[in-house]
């Protein structure tokens, strides 16, 4: 998995990760990973859900943003942190995006809770190549 961590200073209300991956896959993998350490411990997460989400968008960026705020979404409609996924990426234009996650439902008094993210927001939000890698800053709305 590749790896990320929290920026500081970026805005007052919001939390700011920048993501590195070995390719688009691990990139978005890992965004998961940052987002749902950001709102729970995932220790204390239960693996009792496992779904299969799909999106598409014209561009690969809005897909990154699209795949982070169905999280966020899942999260709030129905209570569910996922912990663990595998991410398929394909297409050059319209790109589409595969993804089996496993995770649980929020349980109070055994999920520890951290962040509660409200939005994947535009404000610095980035994915490009880097290097044999890909790199992107993400900002979300707490």
């Not at 940052?34 to 897909?63: K, N, Q, S, W, Y």
């Not at 993804?99 to 509660?116: C, S």
């Amino acid at each position: 998995m590749g790896r990320w961590h929290f920026v500081e200073d970026v805005a007052l209300a919001d939390c700011a990760i920048e993501l590195e991956g070995h390719d688009l896959e691990d990139v978005f993998e890992t965004g998961a990973a940052a987002l749902a350490e950001l709102m729970v411990d995932p220790a204390t997460v239960a693996v009792t859900v496992c779904r299969t989400i799909g999106l598409e968008a014209a561009a690969i960026d809005l897909l990154l943003y699209d795949w982070l705020s169905e999280l966020i979404f899942l999260k709030d409609r129905d209570c569910q942190v996922f912990t663990r996924c595998h991410v398929r990426v394909l297409g050059d234009g319209p790109w589409h995006l595969t993804a089996r996650v496993e995770g649980g439902l929020i349980e109070p008094g055994r999920t520890a809770l951290g962040a509660d993210p409200k939005a994947v927001t535009f404000h610095q939000f980035s994915l490009e190549r880097a290097g044999t890698g890909w790199r992107a800053r993400v900002v979300v709305d707490i």
